[in-house]
């Protein structure tokens, strides 16, 4: 997903309903490395105001200098598609990374009424695509699209809006506090479960969410889809575990756990004995957790985690993947 969807659905809402013309932009292609993916939305005020990023602020100056001069906002509707980076000279210009080029599409009309709508689907935790046509700006909602989150083809383009990555880490531990942090920066939306009243009453992590309910409940409660992760670090298999009997059954996107590989092997075969898991359902347990980059220390381990998080968040999201998340739960 682009992360930034709701601020910006909920920014363009203000701007528009207070009675002010905003361009609603939104990154098509890339080629080379980019800060913001297709799909990744922006908005542009009549006054040049620019709200959220489609390319980390290299492209918005001149975009909303051209809007401040009168371009876009006239009658025409029509979506107009703009390419940055395409020579050396706009490179330098833009300044795009060397080899970096991007193109997007400008909305001068986009529609309140149906940003709401979308704005309130995705409040409530659902998924709709979004296509416009080119030509004459013509915008339509709908439950169903392609595989992965983008499509564009000559008529114009879609994309798939929706609730953000979740994250429920248990254990509110040293190392649950770096990977919550980082978790969030990621743009997963992040919820910490640890009934152990002296490691909750110290959290203060401003961002995620604390719970104190007892792991399996939490777990069952918290509706996991394929656009959720539950990572386990308390290193008790009487939390662990109760965590990880529930989220192996689940279609999270990734289960993982803290611990050796002798002690993930111990922890399946409880898992197996006493939960009654099946050998395709522990197959699916991320054990050790994390990359294997030489992490020692609760900062390190929480960056290997959340560096096998991003490949698995990006694997589900290529097109074509079996498993890519394509709708929300209800």
């Not at 009549?46 to 980390?56: C, L, N, Q, R």
């Not at 792991?215 to 069952?220: F, H, K, Q, R």
């Not at 290193?235 to 279609?251: I, Q």
């Not at 197996?272 to 522990?282: K, T």
Request: charged fraction near 20%; charge should be neutral; glycine fraction near 10%.
């Amino acid at each position: 997903m682009q992360g930034n969807v709701e601020e910006v659905l909920s920014q363009a809402l203000s701007w528009l309903e207070s009675g002010r013309r905003a361009a609603l932009v939104t990154v098509l292609s890339t080629f080379g490395g980019s800060p913001r993916p297709p799909g990744a939305m922006a908005l542009i005020r009549d006054d040049g105001a620019v709200f959220g990023s489609v390319s980390g602020g290299c492209v918005e100056d001149d975009l909303g200098r051209e809007i401040v001069a009168g371009g876009f906002f006239g009658r025409e509707t029509a979506v107009r598609v703009r390419s940055f980076g395409v020579s050396v000279e706009e490179r330098q210009r833009y300044r795009l990374p060397c080899g970096n080029s991007l193109r997007v599409a400008v909305e001068p009309a986009p529609d309140a009424g149906q940003l709401r709508l979308l704005l309130d689907a995705v409040r409530a935790q659902r998924c709709l695509w979004r296509t416009v046509r080119y030509r004459d700006g013509a915008a339509a909602l709908s439950d169903a699209g392609p595989p992965g989150e983008f499509a564009e083809d000559e008529q114009g383009f879609g994309v798939l809006h929706g609730p953000r990555w979740r994250l429920l880490i248990i254990g509110a531990s040293e190392l649950g506090a770096y990977l919550a942090q980082i978790a969030v920066t990621l743009d997963y939306a992040v919820t910490v479960c640890d009934p152990r009243s002296e490691y909750s009453q110290g959290w203060s992590l401003s961002g995620a969410r604390l719970s104190g309910e007892m792991p399996d409940d939490l777990v069952l409660a918290f509706g996991c889809d394929s656009r959720t992760a539950v990572v386990a670090v308390t290193h008790d298999p009487k939390l662990d575990d109760l965590a990880l009997m529930e989220a192996l059954r689940l279609p999270c996107h990734y289960v993982g756990a803290l611990g050796s590989a002798a002690t993930t092997l111990k922890r399946k075969a409880r898992l197996a004995e006493h939960f009654g898991l099946s050998p395709a359902q522990l197959e699916r347990l991320h054990g050790p957790v994390g990359l294997a980059i030489g992490s020692r220390t609760p900062a390190e381990i929480a960056v290997s985690i959340a560096a096998d998080l991003i490949a698995s968040r990006s694997e589900r999201a290529r097109p074509g993947v079996a498993g890519a998340a394509r709708t929300c739960r209800a």
